[in-house]
């Protein structure tokens, strides 16, 4: 057989052969009996879409897994701006009510930042002299005493606290209603001078200001008795007191009028 | 054996990429090529015998229409477009670069995957409209094999007997 009449014969099989099997196939259902060769393909393409729809599910988690991080930062954000926001009504709710009852209150201020001289223990506050202040004024918060102004300029002033070395205020223990001076000393501590070996202070006496140095108004809290040594001193007893207002959670200040 | 593992194992991954993968909601038409490849890689054989054989020839042709068999079997409607124009693909891929019509050129390469592309489609609009009540958007399904020609026409360039004549 000649090469031509061969591929003839190819191409003539070829076509009639599906001829036959589509005409067969015309109005019916496709040949059952050749779904076997579909089998290994149906249960590959189970695996497949299987394994598809896992990937699928793992990388839509992961997607939602990193929205959701994104949004539980940004509600966190939120809920701390709120926090921030709560706190800071509810000192400034305190602050009002100091000058509710301070009659010799002047104005609120914010603190700013802690003072730049390395020597002192002193805070800056937002407001300064174009506000009313002056030097020598008391600074006080709804816990108690925090210092005085120190240093004003027209739009800011500075204060001395009052655990720095140079400070001292005079005070009376609140129920032995004994005088004495309280002075800072550098550290978180004050001390409490001038109480004779003879009086009884106990820890956690209650010293308030005394009014008696004509800068800070009686009554003032000022802190507490932690330590009291009377064995092995001369003439005064040494006494450490811990304010009550740490300079560590100051954020807004109270400035009173002086006399 | 192992040549017809081979080609089969070929099949089987043509096939799951044909399946899985689309391109711009397209269907990849990617069993021409492998048809194609097959008749080339029998061109090399038969070349080295110095003429064309029949034998040849009825390899491909039946490589190609087991593969369009079992396309259309996969796509679970007529069974009988791929076979045809899957073997017509084998057959023609096996007759036209070896005998005395073409020099195997990477143009004729591409221009024939087209054409294989393109007669794929033309089939199974026919077959379809002639032996099957399901009607078919013709415009739809030609802009389909315009895509796959696009996608096929890299392999008509790059795949090439191992020797060329």
């Known amino acids: 057989m000649s090469k031509a009449k061969k591929r003839l014969l190819i191409l003539f099989s070829l076509f009639s052969l599906s001829f036959v099997m589509m005409a067969f196939q015309h109005n019916r259902r496709p040949f059952s009996f050749f779904e076997v060769l579909s089998y290994p393909f149906h249960a590959l393409s189970k695996i497949t879409s299987s394994v598809d729809l896992k990937v699928k599910t793992a990388k839509e988690a992961l997607e939602e897994n990193t929205r959701l991080k994104k949004e539980l930062t940004a509600f966190l954000l939120e809920r701390q701006k709120y926090n921030e926001v709560i706190q800071e009504n509810k000192r400034l709710k305190d602050l009002l009510s100091l000058k509710e009852h301070e009659l010799r209150y002047l104005t609120a201020a914010k603190v700013i930042a802690r003072g730049y001289d390395k020597v002192l223990n002193t805070i800056i506050l937002d407001k300064g002299g174009n506000n009313g202040l002056q030097k020598g004024m008391a600074v006080i918060t709804t816990r108690g005493l925090v210092g005085k102004v120190y240093f004003v300029k027209k739009d800011f002033a500075e204060v001395l606290l009052l655990r720095d070395s140079n400070f001292s205020v005079a005070v009376r223990l609140q129920n032995n209603r004994r005088e004495g001076v309280v002075s800072g000393t550098g550290y978180d501590n004050c001390v409490l001078k001038y109480i004779s070996p003879e009086e009884n202070v106990e820890k956690g006496e209650v010293i308030v200001t005394s009014g008696l140095d004509g800068i800070f108004p009686p009554g003032l809290p000022v802190g507490t008795v932690v330590k009291v040594k009377k064995e092995g001193v001369e003439f005064f007893q040494q006494i450490e007191i811990m304010p009550f207002q740490s300079d560590a959670k100051l954020e807004e200040v109270v400035i009173l009028k002086q006399e | ?165």
């Open chain 2, 1 to 165: 054996m192992i040549k017809i593992f081979t080609w089969g194992l070929l099949a089987v991954m043509v096939f799951i990429v044909q399946t899985q993968f689309s391109f711009l909601h397209n269907s990849v038409n990617f069993t021409v090529v492998i048809v194609y490849l097959f008749g080339l890689r029998n061109l090399d054989r038969v070349a080295a015998r110095g003429y064309f054989g029949s034998r040849s020839e009825i390899e491909t042709t039946a490589f190609g229409a087991f593969i369009g068999l079992t396309e259309d079997v996969l796509l679970g409607s007529l069974v009988g477009p791929g076979f045809l124009s899957k073997g017509l693909t084998g057959f023609f891929t096996s007759v036209i670069f070896s005998d005395v019509v073409f020099r195997w050129t990477r143009i004729w390469g591409m221009a024939a995957i087209t054409a294989f592309t393109l007669l794929d489609g033309l089939i199974l609009i026919g077959a379809r409209s002639m032996f099957s009540d399901l009607h078919i958007n013709s415009s739809q399904v030609l802009l389909n094999v315009l895509v796959q020609i696009v996608l096929n026409i890299p392999f008509g360039i790059l795949l090439k007997p191992r020797i060329v004549n």
